[in-house]
Protein backbone atom coordinates (compact mmCIF):
# COMPACT_ATOMS: atom_id res chain seq x y z
CA UNK A 1 0.00 0.00 0.00
CA UNK A 2 1.51 3.58 -0.62
CA UNK A 3 2.31 5.98 1.77
CA UNK A 4 -0.75 8.63 1.43
CA UNK A 5 2.17 11.23 2.64
CA UNK A 6 4.17 10.73 -0.47
CA UNK A 7 1.58 10.18 -3.75
CA UNK A 8 3.32 7.98 -6.93
CA UNK A 9 1.57 9.21 -9.69
CA UNK A 10 1.54 6.99 -13.11
CA UNK A 11 2.92 7.52 -16.37
CA UNK A 12 4.37 11.04 -16.16
CA UNK A 13 5.24 11.73 -20.02
CA UNK A 14 8.19 14.20 -19.21
CA UNK A 15 10.08 11.27 -17.43
CA UNK A 16 9.28 9.21 -21.10
CA UNK A 17 10.61 12.57 -22.93
CA UNK A 18 14.07 12.21 -19.96
CA UNK A 19 14.48 9.19 -21.09
CA UNK A 20 14.61 9.16 -25.11
CA UNK A 21 17.20 12.74 -24.28
CA UNK A 22 19.35 10.21 -21.79
CA UNK A 23 19.35 7.38 -24.29
CA UNK A 24 20.49 9.77 -27.21
CA UNK A 25 23.00 11.55 -25.19
CA UNK A 26 24.87 8.25 -23.62
CA UNK A 27 24.78 7.55 -27.90
CA UNK A 28 26.25 10.77 -28.36
CA UNK A 29 28.97 10.61 -25.53
CA UNK A 30 29.83 7.27 -26.80
CA UNK A 31 30.03 8.46 -30.65
CA UNK A 32 32.38 11.41 -29.21
CA UNK A 33 34.36 9.03 -27.18
CA UNK A 34 35.07 6.77 -29.67
CA UNK A 35 36.40 9.60 -32.28
CA UNK A 36 38.52 11.06 -29.67
CA UNK A 37 40.13 7.87 -29.11
CA UNK A 38 40.73 7.62 -33.34
CA UNK A 39 41.85 10.93 -33.43
CA UNK A 40 44.54 10.00 -29.82
CA UNK A 41 45.57 7.19 -31.42
CA UNK A 42 46.46 9.45 -35.16
CA UNK A 43 48.16 11.58 -32.75
CA UNK A 44 50.23 8.81 -31.56
CA UNK A 45 51.30 6.59 -34.31
CA UNK A 46 51.09 8.34 -37.36
CA UNK A 47 53.67 11.16 -38.27
CA UNK A 48 51.68 14.33 -39.04
CA UNK A 49 52.78 17.69 -39.48
CA UNK A 50 52.50 21.07 -38.00
CA UNK A 51 49.15 22.28 -39.51
CA UNK A 52 47.62 18.58 -39.22
CA UNK A 53 48.68 18.22 -35.78
CA UNK A 54 47.06 21.83 -34.62
CA UNK A 55 43.41 20.09 -36.37
CA UNK A 56 43.48 16.98 -34.59
CA UNK A 57 44.49 18.57 -31.53
CA UNK A 58 41.30 20.88 -32.22
CA UNK A 59 39.35 18.26 -33.23
CA UNK A 60 40.05 16.23 -29.98
CA UNK A 61 39.25 19.44 -27.97
CA UNK A 62 35.82 19.27 -29.56
CA UNK A 63 35.27 15.92 -28.78
CA UNK A 64 36.25 16.56 -25.09
CA UNK A 65 33.97 18.86 -25.02
CA UNK A 66 31.17 17.52 -26.63
CA UNK A 67 31.49 14.09 -24.45
CA UNK A 68 31.71 15.82 -21.33
CA UNK A 69 28.47 17.73 -22.40
CA UNK A 70 26.71 14.72 -23.07
CA UNK A 71 28.01 12.99 -20.42
CA UNK A 72 26.68 15.97 -17.97
CA UNK A 73 23.01 15.74 -19.70
CA UNK A 74 23.47 11.95 -18.85
CA UNK A 75 23.63 12.75 -15.10
CA UNK A 76 21.33 14.96 -15.44
CA UNK A 77 18.50 13.12 -17.06
CA UNK A 78 19.43 10.50 -14.58
CA UNK A 79 18.86 12.82 -11.52
CA UNK A 80 15.20 14.03 -12.99
CA UNK A 81 14.03 10.31 -13.58
CA UNK A 82 14.52 9.84 -10.24
CA UNK A 83 13.20 13.19 -9.65
CA UNK A 84 15.77 14.45 -7.49
CA UNK A 85 15.27 17.80 -6.74
CA UNK A 86 19.12 19.44 -7.71
CA UNK A 87 18.06 17.90 -11.47
CA UNK A 88 14.50 19.93 -12.22
CA UNK A 89 16.12 23.52 -12.50
CA UNK A 90 19.37 21.99 -14.22
CA UNK A 91 17.79 20.45 -16.32
CA UNK A 92 15.42 23.47 -17.44
CA UNK A 93 18.65 25.24 -18.58
CA UNK A 94 20.43 22.60 -19.94
CA UNK A 95 17.34 21.86 -22.08
CA UNK A 96 16.83 25.12 -22.96
CA UNK A 97 20.54 25.69 -23.75
CA UNK A 98 20.26 22.47 -25.77
CA UNK A 99 16.90 23.67 -27.72
CA UNK A 100 18.80 27.33 -28.57
CA UNK A 101 21.60 25.21 -29.84
CA UNK A 102 19.53 23.08 -32.07
CA UNK A 103 17.58 26.72 -33.45
CA UNK A 104 21.20 27.62 -33.82
CA UNK A 105 22.81 25.03 -35.88
CA UNK A 106 19.73 24.51 -37.87
CA UNK A 107 19.50 28.14 -39.14
CA UNK A 108 23.31 27.72 -40.14
CA UNK A 109 22.53 24.75 -41.75
CA UNK A 110 19.82 26.29 -43.76
CA UNK A 111 21.38 29.22 -44.72
CA UNK A 112 24.73 27.32 -45.86
CA UNK A 113 22.21 25.22 -47.71
CA UNK A 114 20.30 28.26 -49.45
CA UNK A 115 24.11 29.22 -50.34
CA UNK A 116 24.59 26.42 -51.81
CA UNK A 117 22.07 25.14 -53.54
CA UNK A 118 21.43 28.45 -55.37
CA UNK A 119 24.71 28.29 -57.32
CA UNK A 120 24.91 26.73 -60.60
CA UNK A 121 26.69 23.41 -60.71
CA UNK A 122 28.18 22.03 -63.53
CA UNK A 123 29.60 19.08 -62.55
CA UNK A 124 27.60 15.62 -64.30
CA UNK A 125 25.51 14.46 -62.09
CA UNK A 126 24.83 17.36 -59.87
CA UNK A 127 21.13 17.45 -59.92
CA UNK A 128 21.42 14.00 -58.00
CA UNK A 129 23.67 14.90 -55.79
CA UNK A 130 21.59 18.49 -54.72
CA UNK A 131 18.39 15.96 -54.38
CA UNK A 132 20.29 13.89 -52.03
CA UNK A 133 21.66 16.30 -50.17
CA UNK A 134 18.22 18.13 -50.16
CA UNK A 135 16.70 15.17 -48.66
CA UNK A 136 19.52 14.99 -45.68
CA UNK A 137 18.98 18.36 -45.09
CA UNK A 138 15.38 18.77 -45.01
CA UNK A 139 15.40 15.32 -42.53
CA UNK A 140 17.86 17.01 -40.26
CA UNK A 141 15.59 20.67 -40.01
CA UNK A 142 12.63 18.24 -39.59
CA UNK A 143 14.98 16.43 -36.21
CA UNK A 144 16.05 19.79 -35.36
CA UNK A 145 12.31 21.33 -35.14
CA UNK A 146 11.45 18.05 -33.80
CA UNK A 147 13.69 18.40 -31.00
CA UNK A 148 13.21 22.04 -30.50
CA UNK A 149 9.41 21.39 -29.78
CA UNK A 150 9.98 18.23 -27.30
CA UNK A 151 12.60 20.52 -25.65
CA UNK A 152 10.78 23.69 -25.47
CA UNK A 153 8.03 21.13 -23.98
CA UNK A 154 10.11 19.79 -21.08
CA UNK A 155 11.29 23.20 -19.93
CA UNK A 156 7.70 24.08 -19.46
CA UNK A 157 6.76 20.99 -18.09
CA UNK A 158 9.59 20.92 -15.35
CA UNK A 159 8.64 24.40 -14.54
CA UNK A 160 4.48 23.07 -13.98
CA UNK A 161 3.46 23.01 -10.02
CA UNK A 162 2.41 19.18 -10.32
CA UNK A 163 5.85 18.44 -11.78
CA UNK A 164 8.13 20.44 -9.33
CA UNK A 165 5.41 18.49 -6.69
CA UNK A 166 6.89 15.32 -7.71
CA UNK A 167 10.82 15.99 -6.95
CA UNK A 168 12.36 15.36 -4.01
CA UNK A 169 13.52 18.55 -1.59
CA UNK A 170 16.72 19.69 -1.48
CA UNK A 171 18.20 18.54 1.76
Not at 136 to 150: K, N, P, Y
Not at 152 to 169: C, D, E, H, S, T
Request: glycine share 8%.
Amino acid sequence: MADAASPRPGFASWRLGLWVILLLAAFGAMQYGVHAQRVWSVLQVAPVDAEGRATLHAMLAWDAAYFLAAAMLVVFCAGGILRQGWARPVLRVALGLLAAGLLVSGVLLYRQWLGWHGQPHAVAGAAALVAQESRRVHLSLAFDATAIVMLIWLVWRLGQPAVRAQFRQRR
